[in-house]
């Protein structure tokens, strides 16, 4: 049984910075990636590497503040948050599929649980 399990949110300051992660178990992926739900909105993707860690893409408003990684051997992704806004501020879903674009189009197979961004002004 596929299980992801994110960690990592929390309450932060406008500017400061946050790492997530989430461990995969039970499957075999050839792309991961981050997703966000804010408070009243629809959920959007935010980022999205290959296993490889070869091929990465974001969204418009984080791309130069996110980072997105893996760690194969851990069967980990990460996402490095720096320069952070209150507009971050969501419930942040980690993502799995064996297909890259579904992960950029937001229908990946798997998701995590969730873990909550907290970014006060």
Do not use: H
């Amino acid at each position: 049984q596929v299980q992801l399990v994110e960690s990592g949110g929390g309450l932060v300051q406008a500017g400061g910075s946050l790492r997530l992660s989430c461990s995969a178990s039970g499957g075999t992926f050839n792309a991961m990636g981050w997703f966000r739900q804010a408070p009243g909105k629809e959920r959007e993707f935010v980022a999205a590497i290959g296993w490889s860690g070869t091929s990465t893409y974001y969204e418009d408003s984080v791309k130069g503040r996110f980072t997105i990684s893996t760690d194969n051997a851990q069967k980990k992704v990460y996402l490095q948050m720096n320069s952070l806004k209150p507009e971050d501020t969501a419930v942040y879903y980690c993502a799995a599929d064996v297909a890259f674009r579904n992960v950029i189009n937001g229908s990946p197979a798997y998701w995590g649980q969730g873990t909550q961004v907290t970014v006060s002004s």
